[in-house]
């Protein structure tokens, strides 16, 4: 990814780059970030922010941004909730705790509104009809995974899979556009 931005901003030298990863996508953005600021790269000053979604950062890494970008110019979206994304949820703090079943199944009930194509669709609905089933059938290993120390082990919950269809994509989009740096090139006229 930091050669991708090399070459592209060796190309366009005049352009602003936001760069942006989902899931692993987010770590590799992170180190991409990392090696670009490590090797004192001038194109990283054409970097002027950052999107993550689903972000794992803080479970792994926990990677800094690089002090050419400003924590103003980092968003992450991440789902939170009775049914959070754990990969990027701040547990205990992002987590509800469940005070019924529909805390813990409703979540699920909105996958087929979200869902693309009917593929999709009928996935989720089967999801949603088989999981109460598979949550009793595991309920001992469930609740033990529930613990904080635990809880990253549940790591793709379809919360995990929502981030394109849940508004986050779309509310990332305005986050992106209204970057001092991309208002400025969009001024210009520029890219």
């Known amino acids: 990814m930091a050669n991708t931005v090399i070459d592209y901003a060796s190309k366009c030298p005049k352009s602003v780059i936001v760069m942006s990863g989902w899931s692993q996508g987010a770590v590799v953005a992170h180190k991409a970030l990392q090696g670009l600021d490590k090797t004192n790269a001038p194109d990283i000053k054409q970097v002027v922010g950052l999107v993550t979604f689903g972000d794992p950062n803080h479970v792994w890494d926990n990677l800094p941004l690089p002090k050419s970008i400003p924590s103003s110019s980092f968003s992450s979206y991440c789902v939170t909730g009775s049914v959070p994304d754990p990969l990027c949820a701040q547990l205990p703090q992002d987590y509800k705790i469940p005070t019924s079943v529909n805390d813990i199944i409703g979540p699920f009930k909105t996958l087929p509104t979200i869902a693309v194509g009917a593929q999709e669709a009928a996935a989720a609905g089967s999801l949603i009809v088989n999981f109460p089933g598979q949550l ?11 613990r904080p120390s635990q809880f990253v082990r549940l790591l793709l919950t379809p919360e995990h899979f929502t981030y394109g269809n849940n508004g986050m994509a779309k509310t990332a989009a305005g986050f992106v556009a209204n970057l ?12």
Not at 138 to 146: E, H, N, V, W
Not at 180 to 191: R, Y
């Open 180 to 191: 001092p740096a991309v208002k400025a090139a969009i001024a210009k006229g520029g890219k």
């Open 136 to 146: 009793l059938g595991s309920f001992g290993s469930f609740i033990k995974a529930l």
